[in-house]
């Protein structure tokens, strides 16, 4: 390659980083509507108040993001073709095992050793209980097992009709996907009723920023799966983070993360031993509420970023 050549490739890559950093850093849709903005930095987070709480900053602007959206001609179609073709045909609940197919005395005999093997292994399992179900056992369990299915699928599609408050399920989720595509974050307020069953409200993606992870370690209890019909608890050490959420600059919702036992000051952030003592600092206080955040992924933060 002779000198000259390399001199003109280089010139134009140099042209294209530039180019580049203009696309970036400039989105201009209509100079009337929506002033020159910043999306690759949310340069604007201290004055909307999130600047304040510590809140991590997101690597592209929400807010700008959204004006994108609704000033394109073609985002729009697209994101509604994303919410109608994935969301919008509902939900259909099925039991992990087919009992009425062919093959689920199959399903059931290996579930049946998993399980059988595992008891051995923490000897726990009777010594006059064989390690292979016979044909008895898996015809037992497979009546048993085919009612508890029954009811279990019928409390869900209960939940599913009734889980959100103000809208229905369907909504939510294609909510929750146009906040996905349009600035790569959805978040779900899980409320829990005095049985521990979860509610679903839609919270508006652009009005939420995270917090740094917490310092504290919390011994959290998961399910693990012994089979594909059992379960086991084990015990794990997790982090985890606060969110807050700020509209229109007014006074800040603190939510915890979905699955953090611990009680958090809804108001504050703060991280409290006990509710009584929340409620002893202040007695207007009230428990935060856990966050379900939904992103497409993002190999650089901990936000998501839209496709």
Known sequence: MSHEQTTDLDTYAAELDER?????????????RLPLAQAHRSIDDDERGFGEFGAVPPPFDPETLCSIFENSNALRPNVDAYCSNIDSHGQRFEPVIDFGAEDADE????ALYMERLWKQQQGTLPRNVSLVPSAEDIAQAKVELNEQAQMEK????????????????????KRTRADLEVHGNGYWEILRNDDGDPFIVHIPGFTVRLLPLHP????????????????????????????????????????????????????TGQVFASEKEMLA?????????EI?????????????IPR
């Open 154 to 173: 019928a409390r869900l599609d209960i939940w599913a009709e009734y889980c959100c408050f103000d809208s229905s399920l369907i909504t939510v989720r």
């Open 20 to 32: 580049r950093e203009i696309l970036i850093k400039a989105h201009v849709v209509d100079a009337e």
């Open 216 to 267: 504290e370690v919390v011994r959290t209890d998961m399910r693990s799966k012994i089979s594909p019909i059992s379960f086991r608890t084990i015990h794990r050490p997790r982090r985890f983070r606060q969110y807050v959420q700020v509209i229109d600059g007014l006074q800040a919702v603190f939510f915890k993360e979905f699955g953090d036992p611990r009680t958090v000051s809804r108001k």
């Open 107 to 110: 399903h059931i005999h290996r």
């Open 281 to 289: 600092a202040d007695s207007t206080d009230q428990p935060a509420t």
């Open 292 to 304: 379900l955040h939904w992103k497409i992924h993002s190999p650089r933060s901990a936000y998501g």
